[in-house]
């Protein structure tokens, strides 16, 4: 007989996100992981300080959405700052354009080495909304 028990890392912050439409899951995903980064920093009606737009092409659409994750991070590290909004022009299966908006911050509450997701996909169930669960590694 084998138990397996799952164990919380201290290291580590999941996120689960659910949305009604693909374009709110990206929007969901990027605020969760922005007040990951600076809490708060999403919240009231803070001036966008930064606009960079955005065009990446990936396999499929879990990786299209860690890849964006992943090139969003990138940019808040390099400027700085945390992206909250974004606006998209396209969103296909396997790929997104559009620009992202931010602002600057002193500093990071945490510093996210790395995203994963443990499930390995979006899913979209039969109550037609759409989720997926990140693990972000801290």
């Known amino acids: 007989m084998n138990k397996l028990t799952y164990l919380p890392q201290a290291a580590n912050k999941c996120l689960k996100v659910e949305a009604d439409t693909p374009e709110e899951l990206f929007l969901g995903t990027l605020q969760g992981m922005a007040n990951l980064l600076k809490e ?3 919240g009231g009606d803070i001036p966008s300080q930064l606009i960079h737009k955005i065009s990446i092409c990936s ?3 879990t990786s299209l959405l860690m890849d964006f994750l992943c090139q ?3 940019l808040s590290q390099s400027y700085s ?3 909250c909004k974004l606006s998209i022009d396209q969103l ?3 790929s ?3 620009c992202l908006y931010g602002h600057y911050v002193e500093e990071f509450i945490h510093e996210i080495k790395s995203i994963e997701s443990p499930e390995g996909t979006v899913q ?3 109550t037609g909304t759409w989720e997926t669960a990140l693990v972000f590694g801290i």
């Open 92 to 94: 296909e299966t396997t």
């Open 59 to 61: 396999a499929d659409f």
């Open 96 to 98: 997104i354009d559009g």
């Open 40 to 42: 708060g920093s999403c």
């Open 72 to 74: 969003t991070l990138n």
């Open 124 to 126: 979209q169930p039969e």
């Open 81 to 83: 700052a945390v992206f």
